[in-house]
């Protein structure tokens, strides 16, 4: 009898789910789930960890990245302090039910120009090849598409000067593009103790909800940026947050991507282009990478010096201008601001996207910015000193 019994279970389908963990917003409040995406099985469980910040998870739809598709899933808010320990951070868990797609975003500040899923906050789990037109990288950019306009009409909505202000309308370096306008900044001078024996003073441009200029460490922390790879023409993640001392080393992958570094009022031109007296930007030049390689990817970094909101752009061309397709790059863009990343993307595909040839950009004329950069070495793994200049500059 247990023989016949041993043998009826052997013949029973043996399955073993799994359970996959994601992170919910990344070091230093970044705007990111991690992995982007995950493949499961059915039965398997995936559990999300709430990091620092205020985050929810939301199941949406390709056509509607940033709503919550009808019978979909929503986590509550989970509000999570800085100093928190991981171990006492909320979860939520979804079981996979089926094969098919299912497309997540955090829906923090929802139908504002500081929207996290507008600033590209968004996750899958089974989605489609990168070559698909139902790929990660498309539900991202149509997560970014709804960013911008959010972020377009806020700005239309704050440019419109009042009765009796008087005050002028913003525009781009050209082109007519309406701006919104500058935030307001204040120049801080403060004394930064690491530990008993390193204590330095720095002077820094502070903005509203800007982060603190504190040092994670003495060296700082690093944040790794993705640029590009196979059929994506994005930097991954697009936004971070870093403080004094932070390196951002940008990882070039597939085709010819470059980072340089902008202005918000002139996305997709070098720093005060054609004004050889006024500060240069940092510009990594073009690094091509084969389709075929897997590792070893060429590194570019920068060193953070301040917390003035940096901008940059990938300044391919052919076939097409990458920044007017969106591919840009802000640090410490203020997020509930009118000038955070969103918006300045939508401004980089206003001067130069596919619908912009009328206003393309002029051969030289003075730009204004927000750093100045100092080269200190070439070739991969540049590293670069910035330094912040006054925020009118902005």
Request: with cysteine; glycine share 8%; hydrophobic share 40%.
């Amino acid at each position: 009898m247990f023989a016949s019994l041993s043998l009826g279970l052997a013949l029973l389908p043996f399955v073993v789910s799994t359970t996959i963990d994601v992170q919910v917003g990344g070091p230093n409040g970044t705007l990111v789930f991690s992995p982007t995406a995950v493949s499961a099985n059915v039965g398997d469980q995936v559990v999300f960890h709430f990091n620092p910040k205020n985050h929810s998870v939301f199941q949406s739809s390709f056509a509607d990245p940033c709503g919550l598709k009808d019978g979909g899933f929503a986590s509550p808010f989970f509000p999570v302090a800085a100093n928190s320990s991981v171990d006492t951070r909320p979860t939520y868990s979804v079981t996979v039910n089926d094969t098919s797609p299912i497309w997540v975003f955090c829906d923090q500040a929802a139908n504002t120009p500081a929207s996290h899923c507008g600033q590209g906050m968004v996750f899958a789990i089974n989605c489609p090849s990168d070559d698909s037109p139902n790929s990660l990288g498309n539900f991202q950019k149509a997560a970014l598409a709804v960013g911008a306009s959010l972020s377009a009409a806020a700005a239309s909505a704050s440019a419109t000067p009042t009765g009796d202000s008087g005050s002028p309308t913003l525009t781009a370096a050209y082109g007519g593009v309406t701006l919104p306008p500058v935030p307001s900044a204040t120049v801080v001078t403060a004394e930064i103790t690491l530990d008993s024996s390193s204590i330095w003073t720095t002077v820094y441009t502070s903005f509203v909800n800007s982060p603190a200029a504190t040092p994670a460490a003495a060296n700082g922390a690093v944040h790794t940026v993705v640029v590009g790879g196979t059929n994506k023409i994005f930097f991954d993640p697009a936004n971070i947050t870093a403080n004094p001392r932070d390196q951002i080393v940008f990882q070039f992958q597939q085709k010819n991507h470059s980072v340089v570094q902008s202005s918000f009022a002139d996305p997709c031109r070098p720093l005060n282009a054609g004004n050889a007296s006024a500060p240069q930007g940092f510009n990594s030049g073009f690094f091509p990478v084969d389709a075929n390689q897997t590792d070893n990817f060429p590194t570019y970094t920068i060193t953070v010096n301040d917390t003035v909101p940096l901008w940059m752009y990938c300044a391919q061309r052919t076939p097409v201008s990458h920044c007017g397709e969106g591919m840009v790059f802000s640090v410490n863009a203020v997020d509930n601001s009118t000038r955070n990343f969103a918006a300045f993307q939508s401004v980089a595909e206003a001067l130069n996207g596919t619908g912009a040839a009328s206003a393309s950009a002029p051969a030289s004329s003075q730009t204004t910015g927000g750093a100045l950069s100092l080269r200190v070495g070439g070739g991969a793994g540049v590293v670069m000193a910035i330094i912040a200049v006054a925020a009118s500059l902005l």
